[in-house]
């Protein structure tokens, strides 16, 4: 099993391009999420995903955009970037079983916006 | 809201020497869960230890180990025996369950000492 795959690794944009950060997984896991990692501020919840065709705003979800028409898919958009979009971001997923509660994490793309 | 503090935002250690990463957290929840994520260079987030807030003993694996104090909302991590892999971001996390939301403290940059 891969786990969770984000492309790409690392990007730069200018500012004002979009740019869809791609996130999948291939362990069937029911809830998904993106986090941004910032210096300082650790990680921080953009949006979620309880399972396909549902997905809600976590802490700081202006400027993002996302969908789930999959299972295993759950793409982060940028519509408008902007240098404050500079930042690490990583996807998760995990599933929900009792006793089980950790998240598996991408290995995170870095974004720079010009 | 519930918040996580991590007050160490540097730390170093011996190779072989113990160290203790501090964390606290706020929140009117009884039942939760409390996790410590390390993130090493590669920028890879692996899970570490984790607790359930209705266990009353604490956490072990291998070398690492945790110090729950739920009326204080206290919530510590130790490495024994530190090793020079060890170096790496540590991040204490927050859960309630069935949100699949985490909470993430700011991070604790520990460095091992050859």
């Known amino acids: 099993n891969a786990g969770v795959t984000q492309t790409p690794k690392f990007q730069v944009l200018k500012t004002g391009q979009s740019m869809t950060l791609q996130c999948a997984q291939d362990?069937?896991?029911?809830?998904m999420s993106w986090y941004r990692q910032d210096p300082g501020m650790g990680l921080r919840l953009i949006h979620y995903?309880?399972?396909?065709?549902?997905?809600d705003q976590g802490e700081v979800p202006n400027g993002y955009n996302v969908s789930r028409s999959t299972t295993e898919d759950f793409p982060l958009r940028l519509l408008s970037a902007a240098p404050s979009q500079t930042s690490v971001y990583f996807c998760a997923s995990s599933y929900s079983s009792s006793g089980n509660t950790e998240a598996f994490f991408g290995q995170g793309t870095r974004l720079t916006v010009v | 809201a519930q918040t996580v503090t991590q007050s160490q935002p540097e730390m170093s250690v011996q190779e072989a020497e113990t160290v203790t990463l501090s964390c606290t957290y706020d929140?009117?929840?009884?039942?939760?869960?409390l996790f410590w994520y390390k993130q090493p260079p590669s920028r890879q987030m692996i899970l570490v230890i984790r607790q359930e807030a209705y266990k009353q003993q604490n956490a072990t694996e291998n070398r690492f180990s945790v110090n729950f104090q739920k009326a204080a909302k206290s919530f510590s991590l130790k490495i024994s025996d530190s090793q020079l892999g060890d170096t790496a971001m540590y991040f204490c996390?927050?859960?309630?369950?069935?949100?699949?939301?985490?909470?993430f403290g700011t991070g604790t940059r520990l460095k091992v000492l050859a």
């Open positions: 996390a927050f859960m309630i369950p069935g949100t699949y939301k985490y909470i």
């Open positions: 362990m069937n896991h029911e809830y």
């Open positions: 995903s309880v399972g396909a065709g549902i997905t």
């Open positions: 929140t009117s929840e009884n039942n939760y869960y």
